[in-house]
C-alpha cells in the first residue's frame, strides 16, 4: 500500500542524547515535512523538503536537523540542544494540492 | 504570528444535529483551503478542501464555505455522527507551504 511510514511509534530520550525519528514514503512526492504537536496546540512546522537534497526551517527548527539524501525519505533528529522535545511528532508528504501524514511519533524525555 | 486562527478549542454537537467549525485567516494571498480531522495518536487525514475561485465546496456529510471577503471559512457537518468526534485542523497554502490553525475539539453526544 502506498503511504507514509514512521518510526518508532514511541520514543524515548536521556537528557544530552540525540534522537533519531525516522519517516519513510513510497508516493513519489518530492515535498516532505515535518510537524511538532503539543497538547492543545495545533501543529507546527518545524522543516520541510521540496526536492532531495535541500531543505529549509520552518517556524521552529531549532533544536532540530534534517536530511534528504533520498526522495524516499526525510529523518528528523533532535538534538541536544532542544530543551523541549517531548511532543506528538508528525512527518508528511505532499503532491502540491495536500498533505499526507503519517502515524505519528510521541517522544518523551526520561 | 498565526494566519490561520481557529478561535473555538472546543465544541459539543448532539448527534444528528449539525456542527459548524470556523477559521479564519490573515493573509489575502491564501488560495487553497484545507480540513483535516484527527484523532489522539494517530496522524491528520484529509477531510475535504476549497479553492478561493469556489465559495462552498461538497462531500457527502461535509460541506466547507468560504467568505474571501471576510478571510473566514467554516466546515459544515450534517448530520453529525459520535464518529465524528475529533479534533478538526483548517489549512491554508500558499506556495507549496502549509498553515494550520490550532484545531477544534469536536465532541459529538450520542
Redesign the interface.
Known sequence: DGGITQSPKYLFRKEGQNVTLSCEQNLNHDAMYWYRQDPGQGLRLIYYSQIVNDFQKGDIAEGYSVSREKKESFPLTVTSAQKNPTAFYLCASSNNEKLFFGSGTQLSVL | DQQVK?NS?SLSVQEGRISILNCDYTNSMFD?F?W?KKYP??????LI?ISSIKDKNEDGRFTVFLNKSAKHLSLHIVPSQPGDSAVY?C?AIPR???Y????TSLTVIP
Open positions: 481557529q478549542p487553497y484545507l483535516y495518536a494517530e496522524g491528520p487525514t484529509f478542501s485542523f489549512a507549496n507551504q502549509f494550520f490553525g490550532t484545531g
